[in-house]
Nanobody, 120 residues
């Protein structure tokens, strides 16, 4: 289960940090990341991070957004968002590519999403 948190109302120009924790046992994680979806728009990639810390960010966001993980573990990731704009408003989803260790089946899992609202 992926649980996101950290999406309250914030003013334009402000900063916000989202977190996502993968709970449970019996699995390993290949990579984790963030997507977002604004009203009436398609879901778009924001950033991803591998277990060894390699990161990828959407070109349009890399100057303001930064993904990271909790030191020494790979179940909790963060998304630091700076200089927020009203256009950053939307639902932010955490995702993880997970391998079930009981059968080695791989799948993509999504959190329920956390809403971010940036006021102008």
């Amino acid at each position: 289960q992926l649980v996101e948190s950290g999406g309250p109302l914030v003013q334009a120009g402000g900063s916000l940090t989202l977190s996502c924790e993968a709970s449970g046992s019996g699995f390993s994680i290949n990579h984790m990341g963030w997507y977002r979806q604004a009203p009436e728009k398609e879901r778009e990639f924001v950033a991803s991070i591998t277990p060894d810390g390699r990161t990828t960010h959407a070109d349009s966001l890399k100057d303001r957004f930064s993904i990271s993980r909790r030191p020494n573990e790979y179940r909790t990731i963060f998304l630091q968002m700076n200089t927020l704009e009203p256009e950053d408003s939307g639902v932010y989803f955490c995702t993880a590519n997970i391998v079930d260790l009981s059968n080695l089946q791989r799948g993509d899992y999504w959190g329920q999403g956390t809403e971010v609202t940036v006021s102008s």
